[in-house]
């Protein structure tokens, strides 16, 4: 098997059918799975799932972790590449799947991860975020150590030796990506191989998101310190920002709102997350990888 496509899930129903039909697509003359990982869902996710040629493993609430529910579709795959995409993404292609994988061909080259983009349903304001972290020029090798599982691939040999994190409340990607850095391999970021990234949250989802992001940050760079003061400053500059390009597009009136409560979600989330030292109690669990 050359490459096992993981995609974990949780009532994923709304985007579950379009993705799949989009790996049926792919124009790549290589063999494939497709596992399914999914942390309970009430949905038509499964359902959905057991349609087509699809291997689902099941894991519980109370284990999840996004890199505990990775793990486990990994140690299923066969596949000498891992390539990692979310329910919630869809291919903008037919040649994604080889875009993705093709960078891992050269052996200094561990992990990989492709472009993500909105669409029309997407908020202004994260959709001005993907622009930022996810340019349209490719970076191959890249420097750093940013990625992002949503849309990434991984030789399975690197993750055998180099397992992702279970303890971290999310960035298992970027922690994995820094400890591989450290290792002296190379990480490669890939814009010909973009994916809708479709996040349909309400205000307190996006809030939690980005806190119990901060948290995992916090031990991944210690060193990394969020005041009262920055989150005043990040708030209104991104806010700035935003209504500028907002007002650029002719679109201001109608986005204004959304901008100031989606940064104001992101900056308080991520302040809040950076601050609060607390043990990770089965409440906050749940708020964290289920928020309402």
Excluded at 196 to 220: D, G, K, P
Aim: with cysteine.
């Amino acid at each position: 098997m050359d490459a096992s496509i993981i995609i974990r899930t949780y009532n994923e129903a709304r985007h579950l059918s379009q993705l799949l039909q989009k790996i049926a697509e792919q124009q790549i003359d290589i063999s494939y799975e497709i596992i399914i990982v999914d942390s309970g869902s009430t949905d038509e996710t499964l359902s959905i799932a057991r349609k087509l040629k699809t291997q689902i493993i099941n894991i519980d609430k109370n284990e999840f972790t996004f890199g505990r529910s990775i793990n486990y579709g990994c140690d299923a795959a066969s596949g000498k590449y891992l390539v990692f995409i979310s329910g919630h993404c869809i291919p903008k292609n037919d040649t994604w799947l080889e875009q993705l994988v093709k960078p891992l061909k050269d052996k200094n080259i561990a992990y990989s991860y492709g472009r993500q983009v909105g669409n029309e349903t997407s908020r202004f304001s994260e959709r001005q975020i993907f622009k930022k972290y996810y340019p349209k020029s490719s970076a191959i090798p890249q420097d750093g150590f940013f990625c992002n599982n949503a849309n990434a691939a991984l030789k399975k040999e690197i993750w055998e030796q180099h397992p992702f994190n279970e303890s971290l409340t999310g960035l298992e990607d970027m922690d994995l990506g820094s400890r591989l850095i450290n290792k002296k391999y190379q990480l490669a970021y890939v814009a010909e191989a973009p994916v809708y990234h479709l996040h349909n949250e309400s205000w307190h989802q996006v809030r939690m998101r980005y806190q119990r992001e901060a948290v995992a940050l916090r031990e991944i760079m210690p060193e990394v310190f969020i005041r009262f003061s920055d989150f005043l400053r990040f708030y209104s500059s991104a806010v700035l920002i935003d209504t500028g390009a907002a007002l650029k597009e002719k679109i201001l009136w109608g986005r204004v709102g959304e901008i100031l409560i989606f940064r104001l979600m992101q900056y308080w989330g991520s302040y809040r997350g950076n601050n609060e030292i607390q043990k990770l109690s089965s409440q906050l669990r749940e708020e964290y990888f289920y928020p309402k």
